[in-house]
């Protein structure tokens, strides 16, 4: 039966151990189409008839394991008939999975993504191997779903309910140190002995660590505290209008077990309701602008010259940020400012960053901070392969530098500036070689924010271009090419938005009533809370530029000349305490108002399309959702309709 097999191949060896290897053809990564699960139902019918000793699953890609369910099979389920089909398929066959006498294996390497992941917790191991491109998540909430074939079951049962909660409700993925450390993984293997880690740990079949005594209760007599928690933080962040589907993972686990086929169909958590929404349909479109953004940094073609080394010269927020960012993704970074006493700050910034993300890994933290080398002299300019000038907007001090730093790098380094509203082809002349400059733009913070804008000026070179989006990828940054325009794409949109919040409150209404309005709506941060984060006084220079208005208005005004700078400051439109803004009691928000300040984004939006600053309006979306927090639930501005969401 299984010599018909497509998409998996099945051997096994003189010890009796099954191999399974899944290689979905004429696909580049392996994803579990419905061929690919029928065809796995059949491996098991003929694994029951002559049952193994064991059976270690593995991926004939070398990018990764499995990247989850087919999403253009997803994509095409509409009503609660086909929610229950899709549901079921999977649901089925990994309980079957699950169940079998045998001892199983999960041997992974590189992305192990929803369906994926599901995949392996049906298997009683998973050996993980020791690669930094070997991650685990259950990313469906991002889809506007569930886990529904059985990641909310056995990921509780496997590290405990608050762990797998987080996973399940942000979407994060869990990388090799931490998935062991939480139980998730039974063994980590170095590539060139991974399967002979799996082997050992089938043919063993020693049992497994079994989940602390306070994870137990988690899933028992705590799960009601569990879950409530979890609710709570949940609605902090996000509405049940826009955003169902969180909360469906916990009313999931916490009264059906887990069983999304248990939920009926009339319940705002079944699956069938979820389907119907119409934030499903808008992250599944959100999902696509994603791969097209991650697109450009994979060009066709000859690869561009590998990265490796990176000079940043300015060590305010942003250029230290970016420095950073850059170390902690293995580069070797050097950065330049005037003065050590310049760049300290952005090196105390960059020791806690690391510690937050390793959790308190010293050694982790102390081979970051070695690749991360305070450069005052710019000394490092001779060896970079990429040289990132983040010093403040004044062109005439671009200009300057960068003519210096061209004499001094290397004839193939790339050439770049964070810029934030200067056009690439002014910053370019007086260069030798203008066509070795591009715009590298960064957003504030640049930890938490996806996008980096990409800006082809006049002179650039097509593979200066091409390099900077390969840069930007490798980052796990989304690159989006545009065009040289001042504010580029997403800071020529905000500027009219946020000028237009501003007006709101210089005519009487409360920022917290204006950001209201904006969070209502779906937007990750309100204008006026975003003009505080990135600074009034940046703001203010910014949105002159920008919007053409002949004067600032009042409010921010009164605030620069106070020195009243943001966040940066401690106060701005808000108090700020501890990095929040602290707000006063709620408010009844205008009727209209969301409208009013989202009127002027679209048109934003809408200009620079027909301008040519962006290739089209998918783009456009995809850079506002990425750059700006437009609200995902909307799909984008120029997709959004302008009328409230419509619910069955």
């Not at 994803?31 to 193994?52: C, F, H, I, K, Y």
């Amino acid at each position: 039966m299984t010599t018909s097999l497509r998409h998996w191949r099945l051997a096994r060896d003189a010890d009796g151990l099954a191999w399974l290897t899944f290689d979905r053809a004429d696909e580049r990564v392996n994803t579990l189409s419905a061929d690919a699960m029928r065809e796995l139902g059949a491996v098991l019918d003929a694994l029951d008839a002559e049952p193994p000793r064991g059976l270690v699953i593995e991926s004939g890609k070398s990018g990764g394991f499995i990247a989850g369910a087919d999403i253009a099979e997803f994509g095409r389920v509409s009503g609660a008939d086909g929610a229950r089909l899709l549901v079921a398929r999977g649901w089925d066959l990994f309980n079957r999975l699950a169940a079998v006498p045998w001892p199983t294996c999960a041997l992974v390497r590189g992305f192990c993504v929803g369906g994926g992941t599901e995949l392996a917790l049906a298997c009683r191991f998973i050996v993980a191997v020791d690669e930094p491109g070997t991650r685990f998540s259950l990313p469906e909430v991002m889809l506007g779903i569930v886990p529904g074939w059985g990641g909310m079951l056995r990921l509780p049962a496997r590290i405990g309910a608050p762990a797998a909660l987080d996973m399940m409700l942000t979407g994060r993925a869990l990388d090799v140190r931490r998935a062991r450390k939480l139980g998730l993984v039974d063994d980590v293997a170095p590539a060139r002995l991974m399967r002979e880690h799996a082997r050992a740990r089938v043919l063993s079949d020693a049992p497994r660590r079994a989940l602390p005594f306070m994870q137990r209760l988690t899933l028992g007599p705590l799960r009601g505290t569990v879950a409530k928690k979890a609710m709570q933080g949940v609605a902090k962040r996000v509405s049940r209008e826009h955003y169902p589907a969180p909360f469906a993972i916990i009313e999931i686990w916490r009264d059906f077990a887990g069983n999304a086929l248990a939920v009926p169909d009339a319940n705002p958590a079944s699956m069938a309701a979820l389907v119907r929404h119409p934030t499903t349909a808008s992250l599944q479109r959100v999902y696509h602008l994603r791969e097209r953004l991650r697109g450009f940094g994979k060009p066709e073609g000859l690869a561009p010259p590998p990265v490796r080394r990176v000079h940043v010269i300015g060590a305010g927020v942003m250029g230290g940020d970016i420095a950073a960012w850059c170390a902690l993704r293995g580069l070797h970074v050097t950065l330049q400012d005037n003065g050590v006493e310049r760049i300290a700050p952005a090196m105390a910034r960059a020791a806690q960053a690391f510690t937050r993300k390793f959790r308190g890994d010293r050694v982790a933290v102390r081979n970051a901070l070695d690749r991360l080398v305070p450069d005052p002299l710019g000394a490092g300019v001779a060896g970079a392969d990429v040289i990132i000038e983040a010093i403040h907007e004044d062109l005439d001090a671009k200009q300057h530098l960068l003519r210096d730093v061209e004499k001094r790098a290397k004839p193939d380094a790339l050439l770049a500036s964070n810029t934030s509203s200067l056009r690439i082809e002014d910053i370019a002349r007086g260069l030798h070689e203008p066509r070795r400059l591009v715009g590298i733009h960064f957003f504030n913070p640049v930890a938490r924010m996806p996008l980096v804008e990409v800006v082809r000026g006049v002179d650039s070179a097509d593979a200066a271009v091409r390099r900077a989006a390969a840069f930007v990828a490798s980052l796990d940054k989304l690159p989006l090419p545009v065009a040289s325009s001042p504010g580029f794409l997403v800071n020529a949109v905000l500027g009219p938005y946020m000028l237009e919040a501003m007006k709101c409150v210089d005519e009487g209404l409360s920022p917290d009533v204006v950001d209201r309005a904006a969070l209502d709506f779906g937007m990750a941060m309100g204008p006026i809370e975003l003009a505080d984060t990135v600074g009034l006084d940046i703001a203010m220079a910014a949105g002159a530029r920008l919007t053409g208005a002949a004067a600032a208005p009042a409010c921010l005004s009164r605030r620069v000349e106070a020195g009243q700078l943001g966040r940066k400051s401690g106060r701005g439109f808000y108090e700020w305490r501890k990095g929040k803004p602290v707000r006063g009691a709620p408010q009844q928000v205008p009727a209209g108002l969301a409208d009013r300040l989202i009127a002027p984004l679209i048109s934003a939006t809408r200009r620079c399309v027909e301008q040519g600053v962006v290739a089209d309006a998918d783009l456009a979306d995809a850079g506002l959702i990425f750059g700006a927090g437009f609200a995902p639930c909307r799909g984008g501005p120029l997709h959004y309709d302008g009328q409230p969401p419509k619910h069955d």
